[in-house]
């Protein structure tokens, strides 16, 4: 423990001064940069065999790849980690509160939004993963996650944070270690049960230095030790003086149910919240209105705002209807037309659809018809 623990501040004494000297990496660039190729490097005897277990006492250390990509995000890629770090401070709460439920998992499981998206609710990869998370669509709306062109909840920090804890849970299971967990969480089940197949009894890195996993996945668990490491001693490789200036999660944050949907513009307004500040609290959102298709839709607002948004609730809601039906547009249909047919103002109906003027319509197209 001592040994690693003298690793540990040798590389903050050696490398510190360097944090400022490469050019930043955005988070896609990062990847490719960064994961293209697995380090080939021999996995010495007696590390961890289970990378949590070594992150936590430091044995970890004793893996070369680890030391040479905390090296890396010490020196090249140091801007992506400051940034990591700096956005992790405006979430973690909230992950933290989500984690909470989830207090069996390692705790050590909420650095890897540093390695997946720099804790960024809007990374999407090239790929088409997003959040802070990283899910794709389909393991996402395996998870529950909603997916719509109101929302998507692979940016909402606490539905996203459940769904990965929920997700890490299950391949633990399955698989009992955490090196295993971690990969089968970056390129799925089925290659892993693969890899084990080829090679029963191999450990994850038995499988790296064989060449038994994808180059991202034999970077993955090295590059998330790594990231680990530095937030978790953040002080030691002078990563501490990057938290924002002004902590938005000062704000005490309550839920709030919305009745009917609402235009953002409309909620702000009426709660004198800057928009801004409500998407940054609700990233889910992709539009300027709150889900259509769900009434009661819980949001989440500065606390010192609900006084203010009571006593406006009469010019909040602009669409009071009881439920959106759909249409079918027909050859010859015209906006208008339908209005009429529905008994729908055209205003609310063009809103509502995102339709703008002069109002063309496809045939064969779903529109929303709202009753009220």
């Keep these: 423990m001592k040994t690693n623990y003298f690793i540990l501040i040798t590389f903050q004494v050696l490398f510190s001064s360097t944090l400022a000297a490469e050019p930043f990496f955005s988070q896609a660039a990062h990847i490719a940069t960064i994961s293209s190729h697995p380090l080939a490097i021999e996995i010495p005897e007696g590390i961890p065999s289970d990378s949590i277990e070594g992150i936590r006492d430091l044995s970890i250390l004793n893996v070369p790849q680890v030391r040479e990509y905390l090296y890396r995000y010490m020196t090249k890629s140091n801007r992506y980690t400051a940034k990591a770090i700096n956005n992790s401070y405006y979430y973690i709460t909230r992950i933290e509160s989500v984690y909470a439920f989830y207090s069996y998992l390692p705790?050590?499981?909420?650095?890897?939004?540093?390695?997946e998206s720099a804790f960024n609710p809007y990374a999407v990869s090239s790929a088409g993963a997003a959040g802070v998370w990283q899910f794709m669509p389909a393991t996402a709306q395996s998870l529950g996650l909603s997916i719509d062109n109101w929302q998507d909840d692979r940016r909402s920090i606490e539905k996203s944070t459940q769904a990965a804890l929920t997700h890490l849970s299950h391949l633990y299971d399955r698989y009992h270690n955490w090196d295993y967990a971690l990969a089968a969480y970056n390129c799925g089940s089925l290659r892993i049960d693969r890899a084990m197949q080829k090679d029963p009894g191999f450990s994850y890195w038995d499988h790296v230095n064989n060449s038994n996993f994808p180059a991202e996945t034999a970077n993955y668990v090295p590059q998330f030790a790594a990231l680990s490491l530095i937030r978790r001693h953040a002080d030691l490789f002078a990563f501490d003086e990057t938290a924002p200036p002004a902590d938005p999660m000062q704000f005490e944050l309550v839920e709030y149910t919305l009745e009917y949907p609402v235009h953002v513009r409309n909620l702000s307004e009426s709660s004198g919240i800057p928009e801004s500040v409500i998407y940054f609290f609700n990233p889910q959102l992709k539009s300027s209105m709150t889900p259509l298709t769900e009434k009661n839709y819980t949001i989440l607002l500065p606390g010192r705002s609900i006084e203010q948004l009571e006593n406006n609730i009469d010019t909040l809601y602009k669409f009071r209807f009881k439920y959106l039906d759909t249409y079918k547009i027909k050859r010859g249909d015209t906006l208008g037309g339908i209005a009429q047919r529905f008994s729908v103002p055209i205003g609310t109906l063009?809103?509502?659809?995102?339709?703008?003027?002069?109002?063309?319509?496809?045939?064969?197209?779903?529109?929303?018809v709202p009753v009220f």
């Design 107 to 115: 705790p050590e499981l909420l650095d890897l939004p540093m390695l």
């Design 350 to 368: 063009a809103e509502i659809n995102r339709i703008p003027k002069p109002y063309r319509l496809k045939p064969g197209e779903m529109i929303y």
